[in-house]
């Protein structure tokens, strides 16, 4: 392989300035590029706190109908607990009323 | 010296904001897609598929930016390996499928003189293109940073992650290469 002569070196260098220049990409494509990725940045951030505040929402609300269904449910109960005692109270009285009715007869 | 110092930490500031910033990105976009389209433009062939690798490059940086490290090195470095990769991806899966042919636009709009002297120059440089697109990667990249980007031996030694020394002795050996193939034609 021979080396280059200098005359050689400028006439390659001229044909490669002349070929090789600098083009200007479409102004439409360039803005629309630039449109694409802002909104895409602005995106990508908002999406995950948006799905994070949802989650917290929705575990919060999860929380809240937990809490008061297990206080209905506590208060259900001891309703129940206290009118069931009530209740074998009075029938308790009842059942002692005749007892007595027959024995006066008796 | 120092104004290039002075540049590259700017720069730095710039790319830390761009992290978090969509606006700062914008900045950053606008400093580099003409030199990312040139590069994809000429490793290409044609206007079509500069620009779809284009938005392809900026958007992989966008996604990647929170990862980068600055090395020292120019921003551009970066963009210029993320372009690079996806051209190699593109000519991978482009040999599959076809032999792309020299876009004739690449050479369009230049001359203004008589039609037979524009002919002639024309065919002068779609030779040339298509020698030029036979040459290995680093050697494309090396003419591509030189002619198109107007950069020093020292700034294209940056970017190729190589010294002044070493980029002045590849363009030697891409002219010698280039001559050479040119005379076979």
Do not use: C
Not at chain 1, 39 to 51: K, L, T
Not at chain 2, 85 to 100: F, G, K, P, Q, T
Not at chain 2, 168 to 179: D, F, G, V
């Amino acid at each position: 392989m021979n080396d280059l002569k200098p005359n050689e070196v400028i006439n390659l260098t001229d044909r490669l300035q002349t070929t090789l220049k600098q083009v200007k990409p479409r102004a439409e494509f360039v803005a629309d590029l630039k449109r694409k990725l802002i909104r895409e940045s602005r995106s990508g951030q908002p999406v995950q706190n948006e799905w994070k505040q949802t989650l917290t929402w929705i575990a919060i609300g999860a929380g809240s109908v937990i809490y008061i269904a297990t206080l209905l449910f506590v208060s259900a109960k001891s309703a129940w607990w206290i009118l069931s005692a009530v209740g074998a109270l009075l029938g308790w009285k009842k059942a002692q009323q005749p007892q007595k009715q027959t024995a006066r007869i008796k | 010296m120092l104004f290039k110092v002075k540049a590259l930490s700017e720069e730095s500031a710039l790319v830390e904001r761009a992290k978090n910033d969509a606006p700062a990105f914008g900045e950053l976009y606008e400093r580099y897609v003409t030199r990312i389209y040139n590069y994809v433009y000429y490793r290409t062939g044609n206007e079509h598929d500069a620009e779809d690798l284009t938005a392809r490059v900026f958007m992989r940086a966008m996604k990647q930016l929170p990862n980068y490290t600055d090395r020292g090195l120019p921003f551009s470095a970066w963009l210029y390996r993320i372009a690079h990769n996806l051209v190699a991806n593109w000519h991978r899966d482009e040999s599959r499928r076809r032999v792309v042919p020299l876009e004739e636009h690449i050479t369009h709009g230049l001359y203004t003189d008589a039609p037979e002297y524009v002919a002639e120059a024309r065919e002068e440089e779609r030779r040339l293109l298509e020698v030029i697109h036979h040459l290995p990667d680093e050697r494309q990249q090396l003419l591509i940073l030189k002619f198109v980007d107007q950069l020093s031996n020292a700034e294209i030694g940056a970017i190729m992650n190589r010294s002044e020394g070493a980029i002045k002795s590849l363009y030697h050996r891409t002219l010698l290469n280039l001559r050479d193939d040119l005379e076979k034609e």
